[in-house]
């Protein structure tokens, strides 16, 4: 006959099982979840969506040679369009399937408004593309990195080159009023006015998403601007230029990675032509960069587009550094992010203490014969 055990032993026992329990569902998992978030759909799906694809790609790599800690990766994918009251709900979507680490997101503004949901939650981000400077600058988020440099950069790349290679007097500089397009603006704006060989004859913001841009275009033709600094993405870069163009204003546009997009390119058409914008450094020789590309070209029948190298760069170093840390514990992918250095196509990289990646950089390139090419 069974002798009943204490209530003690009974509740030792319970704890035990429930221990065995958790202990079983944790190790059950059989895949390590990827987050890939940014703007899968809308006006700037075209800098998103290469990088699902950078994502499909490089998981499928380590997936062939054993995964990952021994575990598949699985890709969960959200949507935020782009737009800060959207990224809230996509991040919160994603941490509630448990990823371990996150791809995105794409635009600044997006970025910032879900960071605190990710610090929140012990959750690492990496941006491949967005630029806003006070991401890590501010020491809010040592759960973020980026694999792109910092809009402080790009626009003081944007006003030498006005200044020392284009040698013009009077500068106009643009904005969309957001994180990204007025942040880096007002380095520029700082830039132009601390060097004192350009006036700086108009800074304003426009509206994203309008119509017809005919006022802030004709304020840049009366300011006698010789080129435009602006700060924003292709939708609202293709109008204004396009616009100018047919107002016969020969003003020199001078633009970002936002714009640095061949879908300016297929908007603006003819009206395109000459176009300056700064973009990451080219990467086209490095035998990495070579080998994703012929990848994405069999996968998807196409070349890949805006933000594909940083983006595959990305997935790269969070994937590696799970597999450098030996766990999916935040702090332990954080100091491998930190300590160990991996081949990407955008170099050999680690990155530093505020998130940044060490080597990273901007080039300037011109749309010729409806491409851009890299200025020399």
């Known amino acids: 006959m069974l002798k009943c055990r204490s209530n003690k032993t009974l509740a030792v026992m319970a704890a035990l099982v429930m221990s065995m329990v958790f202990c079983s569902a944790a190790f059950a998992a059989d895949t390590i979840k990827f987050g890939v ?10 800098y998103g969506l290469p990088s699902i694809n950078a994502a499909k790609l490089v998981a499928a790599d380590f997936n062939a040679k054993g995964g990952v800690l021994g575990k598949q990766v699985e890709l969960v994918t959200e949507d935020d369009v782009c737009k800060p009251e959207v990224a809230t709900s996509t991040a919160t979507k994603l941490v509630g399937e448990d990823v371990a680490v996150v791809l995105g997101h794409i635009c600044s503004g997006a970025t910032k408004a879900a960071l605190g949901i990710y610090k929140d939650t012990n959750t690492v981000l990496m941006s491949p593309s967005a630029t806003n400077p006070a991401l890590t600058k501010s020491g809010d988020y040592p759960n973020f990195f980026r694999t792109i440099a910092a809009d402080d950069a790009q626009a003081r790349q944007q006003v030498d080159f006005a200044l020392d290679v284009l040698k013009v007097k009077k500068i106009a500089v643009l904005h969309d009023k957001g994180d990204y397009g007025k942040g880096l603006a007002e380095f520029a704006k700082g830039f132009v006015e601390a060097e004192k060989r350009a006036q700086l004859v108009l800074y304003e913001g426009i509206t994203p998403g309008a119509v017809d841009y005919s006022a802030v275009v004709q304020k840049v033709k009366r300011s006698g601007a010789e080129a435009i600094i602006f700060g924003g993405y292709h939708p609202e870069a293709s109008k204004i230029v396009t616009l100018m163009r047919k107002k016969k204003m020969d003003t020199i546009f001078i633009s970002d990675d936002g714009v640095k997009d061949d879908t300016f390119i ?3 058409k003819k009206y395109a032509e000459g176009v300056y914008a700064t973009g990451p450094k080219d990467v086209s020789k490095n035998p990495l960069t070579q080998a994703y590309i012929e990848k994405h070209k069999a996968e998807f029948g196409s070349d890949p587009g805006a933000f594909f190298d940083n983006a595959v760069s990305a997935s790269i170093a969070l994937l590696s550094a799970i597999e450098n840390a030996g766990s999916t514990e935040y702090t332990a992918i954080v100091k491998a992010l930190q300590t160990h250095a991996v081949d990407t ?13 060490i080597g990273v950089g901007f080039a300037m390139y011109q749309v010729r014969d409806g491409a851009y090419v890299e200025v020399k």
């Open 345 to 357: 196509p955008v170099g050999t990289i680690k990155f530093d203490e505020r998130g940044d990646a």
């Open 37 to 46: 978030a940014g703007a899968h759909s809308g006006d700037l799906a075209s």
């Open 266 to 268: 297929k908007v603006a």
